[in-house]
């Protein structure tokens, strides 16, 4: 209890900076009324259920958060989509993504994943990423490799980063809290990432 309480204060305290992975209220105001789908706390299992009646070429922000979503069928046809919240789902997998290349933030916070899913992978515009709350227990060397903003690994499985860390120099917040890591990994990421905002 002390750790977690440990980690929100650190969290709070990096809330101006990063918002926690929180929709930041400027980058929010940007989106058009008509072009954001609240579609969270509605029970649904299924993503095409979820999206009926939505314009794919108009929404571009789908909040889906606190669901049971299991999958992510019909995604794709949204290739304007920014922002894709499905935090507290039951997703173990993601389709084929590369139709959202719009796509900046995703936020998959507690669902069922064991691996970073690779759909992220060939997401060009993609800059914030939130896992934290899933099994994973390894983090990609594709992923390091993406120049970042924002990523939260906290409560996971991982114990240690890839060895370049190089592309995230320009990273605004890593969010590590709650993981199994060793006083020497700490210190090998923070010596890597001088200027990033990290919460251990």
Not at 11 to 32: I, M, N, Q, R, S
Request: glycine share 4%; charged share 25%; aromatic share 8%.
């Amino acid at each position: 209890m002390r750790k977690h309480a440990a980690y929100a204060l650190a969290c709070a305290a990096l809330a101006a900076l990063a918002g926690c992975f929180d929709e930041p209220e400027p980058a929010y105001k940007t989106v058009p009324a008509e072009a954001r789908a609240y579609l969270q706390e509605k029970g649904f299992s299924d993503f095409a259920a979820a999206a009926a009646g939505l314009d794919p070429k108009v929404v571009d922000y789908i909040n889906l958060d606190r669901n049971a979503l299991t999958n992510l069928d019909g995604v794709a046809a949204f290739t304007g989509l920014k922002w894709l919240r499905l935090n507290e789902n039951k997703l173990s997998s993601l389709p084929d993504l590369t139709s959202l290349s719009s796509l900046r933030r995703i936020y998959l916070r507690d669902n069922k994943f064991t691996e970073v899913p690779e759909a992220l992978k060939d997401l060009p515009s993609l800059t914030d990423v939130e896992l934290s709350g899933n099994p994973i227990a390894e983090v990609p060397e594709w992923l390091a490799k993406k120049r970042l903003e924002f990523l939260s690994l906290t409560r996971t499985h991982v114990k240690a980063l890839p060895a370049d860390l190089s592309a995230w120099k320009g990273m605004k917040a890593l969010q590590l809290g709650e993981l199994e890591m060793s006083a020497e990994e700490m210190a090998r990421i923070r010596k890597a990432l001088p200027d990033v905002a990290i919460v251990f």
